[in-house]
Nanobody, 117 residues
């Protein structure tokens, strides 16, 4: 079992920046991949960014490429999502996800990001 706790959400103006954190209850390398998803009202949950521990590769949704960066601090068992040049359409609840080597998925409870003037 893995516990994930997100933090760092809030209200930010368009063009602003925000960094989300995800505290993980076990070493990050114990998971196959760590990801950030988001879900806007009325929309399905969508993948935003993924970090694979096997080769340190990353993938991003086209809508956030060049603006968002996923990173981790192994010593703190924490995964981050740095978000820049935020747009109103980035408004959503952001969820941290851990996928283990058996394919099991674990989720945090989410943190709300609102981009508005």
């Amino acid at each position: 079992q893995v516990q994930l706790v997100e933090s760092g959400g809030g209200l930010v103006q368009p063009g602003g920046s925000l960094r989300l954190s995800c505290a993980v209850s076990r070493p990050i390398f114990s998971s196959y991949a760590m990801s950030w998803y988001r879900q806007a009202p009325g929309n399905e949950r969508e993948l935003v960014a993924t970090f694979r521990t096997t080769d340190s590769s990353t993938n991003y949704a086209d809508s956030v490429k060049g603006r968002f960066t996923i990173s981790r601090d192994n010593a703190k068992n924490t995964v981050y999502l740095q978000m820049r040049s935020l747009k109103p359409e980035d408004t959503a609840v952001y969820y941290c996800n851990a996928q283990d080597f058996r394919g099991m998925n674990y989720w945090g409870k989410g943190t709300l990001v609102t981009v508005s003037s």
